[in-house]
């Protein structure tokens, strides 16, 4: 699951929660910084900081809510606030929000909201996820097969997810580069390449028939 973070600047315990469950996220602390927008289909659940109240707070959820139709996005819309009123709370479920948490709360609280609202899309996945002779159990980060079982990296485990997840299907490069490396980090051409070396070298290890191919200038896909 990836999450987009867009508003207030203090959110270290939230990024905190999301890394301890595995969770993916980028943040932006507004959708003015992104030059490009938002890429279609990166993204599960978007979690709003909000550092506004009253007008100024249903005017910032207006335009942030506004920008990502815009940009086409559907996602999910979860606000986090210190302190909203309840008419605030109204405000924000009538323009769009899907749900609203307000301090104090516990972060297994905004997890578990963040996993209802990833419900609705395509996304949320179990733990092992099974393609021929492959598992990969995200929860350990491990990649098994007939003839044993490999550790992966953040960013193994992360390709090798988006693979299992879209079984023959032809991946763009970009779609790898915005799912592993995010929308707004430095990305080297040749990162692809070396972490497909990496990732084809463990199932190598590990006796798997499933192997990752390259369809020349479109992008790659897994055969099982």
């Known amino acids: 699951m990836r999450v987009l973070l867009l508003g207030s600047a203090d959110h270290d315990k939230i990024t905190q929660a999301l890394r301890?469950?595995?969770?993916l996220y980028d943040y932006i602390a507004s959708l003015k910084n992104v030059s490009d927008g938002i890429p279609e289909e990166v993204f599960d659940v978007c979690i709003l900081l909000a550092d506004r109240t009253g007008s100024h707070?249903?005017?910032?959820?207006?335009q942030t809510l506004n920008a990502?139709?815009?940009d086409g996005i559907v996602l999910p819309v979860l606000v986090v606030a210190s302190h909203l009123s309840a008419r605030d709370r109204i405000l924000a479920l009538d323009a769009g929000a899907d749900d609203v948490l307000t301090a104090p709360f516990l972060m297994g609280e905004l997890l578990a909201r963040v996993r209802a609202l990833s419900r609705r899309g395509p996304m949320l996945q179990p733990r092992l996820l099974r393609v021929g002779d492959l598992t990969?159990?995200?929860g350990h980060c491990l990649l098994l097969s007939r003839s044993g079982e490999v550790r992966l990296s953040g960013?193994?485990?992360q390709i090798i997810e988006l693979f299992l997840l879209h079984p023959g299907q032809v991946l763009p490069r970009a779609t790898l580069q915005h799912k592993v490396w995010g929308i707004e980090s430095e990305f080297a051409y040749n990162n692809i390449e070396v972490y497909l070396s990496l990732v084809r070298r463990k199932l190598r290890a590990i006796g798997s028939a499933v192997n990752?191919?390259?369809e020349r200038g479109v992008g790659y896909y897994m055969e099982a």
């Open 68 to 70: 990502l139709r815009e």
């Open 155 to 157: 960013k193994e485990m």
């Open 20 to 23: 301890k469950e595995h969770y």
């Open 57 to 62: 707070f249903s005017e910032q959820l207006n």
């Open 212 to 214: 990752i191919h390259a």
């Open 136 to 138: 990969l159990d995200r």
